[in-house]
């Protein structure tokens, strides 16, 4: 008789913003009132951008003709695309990555869910808490961690960021083998620095682990003190897996294109000892678990890695940046400790409240939608998240609302 | 340290099709000659479907406007193309299916390949013989067989279909938990017929054991006799999970979208021996590792479930099932025995010699690209696949190439 895999029981709770989704329109269903404003998940808002969409409907005309019909395209990407985001994202920057250590798919999202399927059941996880959530529930899943008791999963490296640190990145305290990494970080919206990531690498080479680095946000980064890929870094190509996405740079979360970086030099051994490229087995498990992504939305990613699809998405993240800009100030008019909203579209606040309370507080009495930090792990507690990600006025609708009660609950 | 999961040096080789085309692309590089011709991979070659194509562009424009925009969907698809699905391929057809039981996906590669994570390490599978190698190789990966050994993997049950049985479908003689089964079949073109689901059906039920049936090629389905899905069969919705795909039906090979039916009445236990909903566990796996599919690409597919899309779908397919036609015609006249091609877009030859070795012989002396059995499972050794989707004019080239080369080594 077929048995379930019994590690989908240790999961905690529904996916949270599935989950939130879900209490937001029950809430709605009973509850009239004005339109509810979601600064909740981290989705874009604004049109996408013309290039995209002039790349795509030129595509769809190939597609119609027998003759420059696309089918089955390569699993890991087309080369026009995995030679723009070479030249655009890398060497453009000094760094020194090939087109065939990059690999096109649907999202950073299934990227970062699936790369755990490389490593050995006895991995030791880490990541920095809070964290985005997949993290740790595609681990869950994959049977690499152990129950979920007191707000953690036994076996899972937490690594505690908090406002006594200020919110920066840390390392582990003990030696692990797979480390996940957020920058710039949801939901803390803090930005690693050169030597934060510096001693990031030092630590996964010494203690022989792999960094998964999700960089999905690295175009929000103003400031050149901030690398914007770890590959900038001094030998991360020997430790360190990068995830990209244009979900947040192009806005390209209805389309759904990312990619990731798994270098050539990135070796490990397996249990005899025998070292093997990661690079190899990614696209192994690719090609026999993915067929690519669609031909137009190929072509609309290729158009912005262009300098005018850069200029694109320079306009399209100041705009959500300027948003962020909004929430500080009125921020800073209250007493909460607050970090990101600076390169970085997500602001992180300590309400030193329960997170889930907060969240039904702030639905009920402004109808605005933030997400609970205890959703992205145990020292999200007491703190929400505030996304820059939706149209001015409707940021600056939801500040009016919860002015008062801000105001109100966290005088100064 | 970290290590990688062992389980991938299991893989006998590398993925069929990457194989196929990494030979394929060597060997044309070093022996000029007339343009090769593809009969290997089964990829569409007719342009989109017009209607496809302008839904897309339509979809694109309202993905310009920040009022119209579309950013994240529902994991599993949006309504309008889950109500497209049930109306069209079930209720049309007098089955019992929900849109709340259909999962829109990127491609039934990825469903197919990831359905196994939702069942224990300890599940048995069986499979057809020859049979798609993605049902294994993901098993190989998720751990759930032993090694490769004389072609092949212990642990699994291969249930051979060979001439002996005119490659009909057969049953495990062991109880199972997991069948894979794929009708149309790919690669021997037979199709099941009503008995032999009902007594697939009757056999999982009998041994609480779960059916993955890939009905990726049911649109090349003539003849009522022949079930269009296997929900048509009483009961098994309480047994089956059905994938199916619009990549041969519309030509989406470049698109990618797909959708996996989980229905409600289908419960598998726990290790404990509760009861657990599938369709619950596929939504909290897909919550939490996939991110849906392109917004136009769901509107192109749900204008393919219309009336006017169908005939599209039906003109499509047609064209192909005549390529088929004209490739049983050739092998009439040579004393080979085959199956497939009716109803089917695969046509499945016994050349009783090592199918590599095939392969080989026919790239080399007709430039024509098949593809050998063997890729397919142990029992496809001393067969070949031809594929019907090409161009007319390439299918007539093709023959005309293979004729004197069949008619003298299978003499009739």
């Given at each position: 008789?077929?048995?379930?895999?019994?590690?989908?029981?240790?999961?905690?709770?529904?996916?949270?913003?599935?989950?939130?989704?879900?209490?937001?329109?029950?809430?709605?269903?009973?509850?009239?009132?004005?339109?509810i404003i979601s600064l909740g998940i981290?989705?874009?808002?604004?049109?996408?951008?013309?290039l995209a969409g002039q790349a795509m409907v030129d595509a769809i005309g190939d597609?119609?003709?027998?003759?420059?019909?696309?089918?089955?395209?390569?699993?890991?990407?087309?080369?026009?695309?995995?030679?723009?985001?070479?030249?655009?994202?890398?060497?453009?920057?000094?760094?020194?990555?090939?087109?065939?250590?990059?690999?096109?798919?649907?999202?950073?999202?299934?990227?970062?869910?699936?790369?755990?399927?490389?490593?050995?059941?006895?991995?030791?996880?880490?990541?920095?808490?809070?964290?985005?959530?997949?993290?740790?529930?595609?681990?869950?899943?994959?049977?690499?961690?152990?129950?979920?008791?007191?707000?953690?999963?036994?076996?899972?490296?937490?690594?505690?960021?908090?406002?006594?640190?200020?919110?920066?990145?840390?390392?582990?305290?003990?030696?692990?083998?797979?480390?996940?990494?957020?920058?710039?970080?949801?939901?803390?919206?803090?930005?690693?620095?050169?030597?934060?990531?510096?001693?990031?690498?030092?630590?996964?080479?010494?203690?022989?682990?792999?960094?998964?680095?999700?960089?999905?946000?690295?175009?929000?980064?103003?400031?050149?003190?901030?690398?914007?890929?770890?590959?900038?870094?001094?030998?991360?190509?020997?430790?360190?897996?990068?995830?990209?996405?244009?979900?947040?740079?192009?806005?390209?979360?209805?389309?759904?294109?990312?990619?990731?970086?798994?270098?050539?030099?990135?070796?490990?051994?397996?249990?005899?000892?025998?070292?093997?490229?990661?690079?190899?087995?990614?696209?192994?498990?690719?090609?026999?678990?993915?067929?690519?992504?669609?031909?137009?939305?190929?072509?609309?990613?290729?158009?912005?890695?262009?300098?005018?699809?850069?200029?694109?998405?320079?306009?399209?993240?100041?705009?959500?940046?300027?948003?962020?800009?909004?929430?500080?100030?009125?921020?800073?008019?209250?007493?909460?400790?607050?970090?990101?909203?600076?390169?970085?579209?997500?602001?992180?606040?300590?309400?030193?409240?329960?997170?889930?309370?907060?969240?039904?507080?702030?639905?009920?009495?402004?109808?605005?939608?933030?997400?609970?930090?205890?959703?992205?792990?145990?020292?999200?507690?007491?703190?929400?998240?505030?996304?820059?990600?939706?149209?001015?006025?409707?940021?600056?609708?939801?500040?009016?609302?919860?002015?008062?009660?801000?105001?109100?609950?966290?005088?100064?």
């Amino acid at each position: 008789m077929t048995t379930i895999n019994n590690n989908f029981l240790k999961l905690n709770s529904s996916y949270l913003f599935s989950r939130i989704a879900s209490e937001v329109k029950t809430y709605d269903s009973k509850n009239a009132g004005a339109p509810i404003i979601s600064l909740g998940i981290g989705d874009v808002t604004q049109g996408l951008p013309s290039l995209a969409g002039q790349a795509m409907v030129d595509a769809i005309g190939d597609m119609l003709s027998p003759s420059t019909f696309r089918g089955y395209g390569p699993e890991q990407g087309y080369d026009f695309l995995r030679s723009a985001i070479v030249q655009s994202q890398y060497r453009s920057r000094n760094v020194d990555i090939d087109a065939d250590e990059i690999f096109v798919s649907d999202g950073a999202k299934s990227d970062t869910a699936n790369i755990q399927e490389l490593f050995s059941d006895a991995t030791r996880i880490a990541m920095n808490d809070p964290v985005y959530p997949v993290y740790v529930d595609s681990n869950v899943i994959g049977g690499r961690t152990g129950k979920w008791v007191d707000g953690r999963y036994e076996g899972v490296v937490y690594i505690p960021i908090s406002s006594k640190n200020n919110y920066r990145f840390l390392l582990p305290d003990v030696p692990v083998d797979l480390i996940y990494v957020c920058s710039p970080n949801n939901p803390t919206g803090a930005v690693a620095t050169k030597e934060e990531l510096q001693r990031l690498v030092d630590f996964a080479l010494d203690c022989g682990a792999v960094i998964i680095y999700d960089a999905a946000y690295e175009s929000f980064i103003r400031d050149p003190r901030f690398p914007r890929s770890i590959y900038e870094i001094p030998r991360a190509c020997e430790c360190a897996i990068e995830c990209n996405s244009l979900s947040k740079s192009a806005g390209f979360t209805g389309l759904r294109c990312a990619y990731t970086v798994v270098p050539k030099k990135l070796q490990v051994k397996d249990a005899e000892g025998t070292s093997h490229s990661l690079r190899d087995l990614w696209l192994r498990r690719q090609t026999t678990k993915f067929n690519g992504v669609a031909y137009p939305i190929q072509r609309a990613a290729a158009a912005m890695f262009t300098p005018e699809g850069q200029a694109q998405i320079r306009e399209l993240t100041d705009y959500y940046l300027k948003n962020a800009t909004i929430i500080r100030a009125l921020l800073d008019e209250t007493s909460l400790e607050f970090s990101g909203g600076l390169h970085a579209p997500y602001i992180w606040i300590n309400v030193k409240q329960d997170s889930w309370e907060c969240f039904r507080m702030l639905l009920e009495e402004a109808r605005v939608v933030v997400t609970p930090g205890a959703g992205f792990g145990p020292s999200g507690e007491g703190h929400i998240r505030i996304s820059a990600f939706a149209m001015r006025e409707s940021v600056v609708s939801a500040l009016q609302r919860l002015r008062p009660i801000l105001l109100m609950n966290w005088k100064k």
